[in-house]
């Protein structure tokens, strides 16, 4: 990849403060709140001469290269950092717009063909690419089961929400985020996203992965603040990550998506207790 183009004007923040009445044991307060950013972000892919719009999401502002990047790969589009001559933001948008708009140029002459993408879709922050087929899709895009022979330990295992929660100050500060984090097998975190999307906050943390160059993530334990949906699962499984765990409860496609690419899958992750769904034999009893 040669270049990266950034532009000297300023970027939205992401975070706003604003004023809120606080009611608490019946009385009300005028006070100062500060919220999490939601913008929406066109992602559009360029080859050539040829320009697509791909996708459009509601995004909370930073790390938007990786966004665009980690979403790319995800689906199916990119599978490595060489594939991508630039990412920039678009200067044929107007003022404050400039910075929700990505362009991600290609280093071949014209644009793939992007049959799991015809469909001009649009990503919100609840509910991800709406209308995604299921586990024939990513048999078609002839994804591998996950190679990996990371093992955790059940107390090691148990204490990585608490390290999530250390590594969240702006979550603490507003309560509007959530996170996808990659951990080591000794527990470390090794990188973490954030957003106001689920999908967007792994969008984000798988981008990091491409273009850093450290995929596959076959040694990784990914950490996931929310649920665990079959598209995250997917996400994951594109990636290799090995070992996924959930906050959250998981779907029962996520279940059998895990089941099917030979990942171990975790709910409802706590310090006491925990759910178990597919392949336990990575995790390590004592």
């Known amino acids: 990849m040669s270049s990266w183009s950034l532009s000297s004007r300023p970027r939205p923040g992401r975070t706003a403060r604003l004023t809120t009445t606080r009611i608490e044991r019946s009385r009300a307060e005028r006070r100062v709140d500060e919220v999490v950013v939601e913008e929406p972000l066109e992602i559009r892919l360029r080859a050539g001469s ?11 502002p930073g790390h938007d290269f990786e966004l665009a990047a980690g979403f790319l790969f995800s689906e199916g589009v990119l599978a490595s950092r060489e594939e991508i001559r630039a990412i920039r933001y678009c200067d044929d948008v107007p003022g404050e717009q ?17 049959p799991g993408l015809e469909r001009h879709f649009f990503t919100t922050t609840a509910c991800g690419v709406c209308g995604k087929a299921g586990l024939d899709t990513l048999a078609r895009r002839g994804l591998a089961p996950v190679q990996g022979d990371i093992r955790i330990a059940a107390d090691l295992l148990a204490t990585l929400p608490r390290r999530l929660g250390r590594a969240q100050p702006l979550f603490a500060r507003t309560g509007g985020l959530h996170a996808a984090a990659l951990f080591g097998r000794a527990g470390e975190l090794v990188q973490l996203r954030e957003d106001v999307g689920r999908h967007n906050a792994l969008d984000k943390l798988l981008g990091w992965a491409l273009l850093e160059e450290r ?27 090995p070992f996924v765990a959930a906050i959250s409860a998981p779907t029962n496609l996520a279940v059998e998506l895990a089941e099917a690419y030979g990942i171990t899958l975790v709910g409802f992750l706590r310090e006491e207790r925990w759910n178990v769904y597919s392949h336990p034999e990575r995790l390590e009893l004592p």
């Open 98 to 114: 400039r910075y929700n708009v990505v362009t991600v140029e290609l280093e071949r002459p014209s644009l793939p063909e992007l």
């Open 50 to 60: 040829d320009v697509r719009t791909v996708a459009v999401t509601l995004r909370t």
């Open 215 to 241: 995929l596959p993530l076959g040694e990784h334990v990914l950490l996931l603040s929310g649920r665990a949906s079959f598209e995250l699962l997917q996400k994951a499984a594109t990636a290799g990550i």
